[in-house]
T-cell receptor
Framework: DGGITQSPKYLFRKEGQNVTLSCEQN?????MYWYRQDPGQGLRLIYY???????QKGDIAEGYSVSREKKESFPLTVTSAQKNPTAFYLC???????????FGAGTRLSVL | EDQVTQSPEALRLQEGESSSLNCSYT??????LFWYRQDPGKGPEFLFT???AGEEKEKERLKATLTKKESFLHITAPKPEDSATYLC????????????FGTGTKLQVIP
């Protein structure tokens, strides 16, 4: 089945630790996105990538980093510089010529 | 800056009681308006895209409509399984596919 796979489903971060969230898609989409969702707030864009080896900062990129070495993969690292990382993280992708984004199941990150 | 406002924040309906969810938007050149359904602890699931005023889309008990300033998601004779948060989003005609999301309407349908 085509889709977007995020892992892990739950993740815990210790103080001063970097953690990486995985996002893989087999939809052959060029564009991929990372969003953060907090209660009572809309989805906020962290980073996006429209093509392999290129990515751009979104609205709340501070404390996060990404890479896009393969079309299928867009991992997100939450660095120790992100002081409030507890949230639900969503990865999405979209195909050429459309703005419709398809989402993974999400990763819930908590701080120990 | 693009903005999306959804109302009400929460809606409680009896099974079979039809109603509408509102999505008001301001965007610098609308390219598309999207409706998603999100269940607790899961990612949003795409429902509809609307591109121009007057357009309507239907899927089972859901019908989405679009005007120049807002969109409505009409729910006809809802069932408990329609309970979810419904998200509205818009994309603009700018250089890349930036999508702005609203905060959602949490719908609860009571048997």
């Amino acid at each position: 089945d085509g889709g977007i796979t995020q892992s892990p489903k739950y993740l815990f971060r210790k103080e001063g630790q970097n953690v990486t969230l995985s996002c893989e898609q087999n939809l052959n989409h060029d564009a991929m996105y990372w969003y953060r969702q907090d209660p009572g707030q809309g989805l906020r864009l962290i980073y996006y990538s429209q093509i392999v080896n290129d990515f751009q900062k979104g609205d709340i990129a501070e404390g996060y980093s990404v890479s896009r070495e393969k079309k299928e993969s867009f991992p997100l690292t939450v660095t120790s510089a992100q002081k409030n990382p507890t949230a639900f993280y969503l990865c999405a992708s979209s195909g050429a010529g459309t703005d419709i984004q398809y989402f993974g199941a999400g990763t819930r990150l908590s701080v120990l | 800056e693009d903005q999306v406002t959804q109302s009400p924040e929460a809606l409680r309906l009896q099974e079979g009681e039809s109603s509408s969810l509102n999505c008001s938007y301001t965007v610098s050149g609308l390219r598309g308006l999207f409706w998603y359904r999100q269940d607790p602890g899961k990612g949003p699931e795409f429902l509809f895209t609307l591109y121009s005023a007057g357009e309507e889309k239907e899927k089972e008990r859901l019908k989405a409509t679009l005007t120049k300033k807002e969109s409505f998601l009409h729910i006809t004779a809802p069932k408990p399984e329609d309970s979810a948060t419904y998200l509205c989003a818009v994309s603009n005609s700018g250089g890349y596919q930036k999508v702005t999301f609203g905060t959602g309407t949490k719908l609860q349908v009571i048997p």
